[in-house]
C-alpha cells in the first residue's frame, strides 16, 4: 500500500506492507535514534511525535501516518542538542542508549505542560526506560533545563 506522509518536515511516499511497525519504516528512512528496545511499550525507546504528539512507534502501524506529520529527533537537533548537554553536565547520559526516546518525551512535555510539578513529570516520562541510572540525575537535568527554558516547575 502506498502512503504520503511528513517525515521531519519534508514530505515523503512510500510503498509499504500492511502489518509493517512505524519503527521499521523509519529506521528503513535514516531515522537511527528510533530505536525497539522491547516490541512491548515498555521501554520509550522507539518514542516519536505522531502529529505533535508522542507515540510508541513500535505499538503504531504505519499505515496510520498517512497524510500526517512524524517528527524524530533528526528533525530536532537543535532542541535535542541543547537539552542534552544540561544531561551531561548532571552526569544523567551515561551509555546513551535511552536518551533519544527520553529527549523525545522531555521536549514534548515542555512544549505541553507550563510550570509541571514533580509528580506530572514523573507521570510523563514514566515510559522511559533507563538501565544505567536511578533517573536523579535525569530529573536534575531535566529541572534545570525547564528552569531556564522559562517553564519553571513547581515546587
Not at 47 to 61: D, G, I, R, Y
Not at 74 to 98: K, T
Not at 115 to 138: D, F, M, Q, W
Request: with cysteine; glycine share 10%; charged share 25%.
Amino acid at each position: 500500500m502506498r502512503i504520503q506522509y511528513w517525515l521531519n518536515g519534508k514530505m515523503e511516499s512510500d510503498e509499504i506492507l500492511p502489518g509493517q511497525m512505524l519503527y521499521e519504516l523509519l529506521r528503513k528512512k535514516g531515522c537511527y535514534s528510533v530505536k525497539c528496545g522491547c516490541e512491548t511499550t515498555a521501554c520509550g525507546l522507539c518514542t516519536v511525535w505522531l502529529e505533535e504528539k508522542p507515540v510508541l512507534s513500535c505499538a503504531v502501524l504505519a499505515a496510520r501516518i498517512d497524510g500526517k506529520h512524524v517528527m524524530t529527533l533528526e528533525g530536532l537537533q537543535d532542541e535535542a542538542q541543547e537539552f542534552a548537554r544540561y544531561m551531561g553536565q548532571e552526569g544523567s547520559d551515561q551509555c546513551g542508549f535511552c536518551n533519544p526516546g527520553f529527549v523525545m518525551n522531555v521536549l514534548a512535555m515542555a512544549r505541553e505542560l507550563d510550570n509541571p510539578g514533580e509528580e506530572e513529570i514523573k507521570e510523563y516520562l514514566a515510559g522511559n526506560l533507563c538501565r544505567c541510572t536511578g533517573y536523579v540525575s535525569h530529573m536534575r537535568a531535566l529541572k534545570r533545563y525547564l528552569t531556564e527554558k522559562g517553564k519553571g516547575m513547581r515546587l
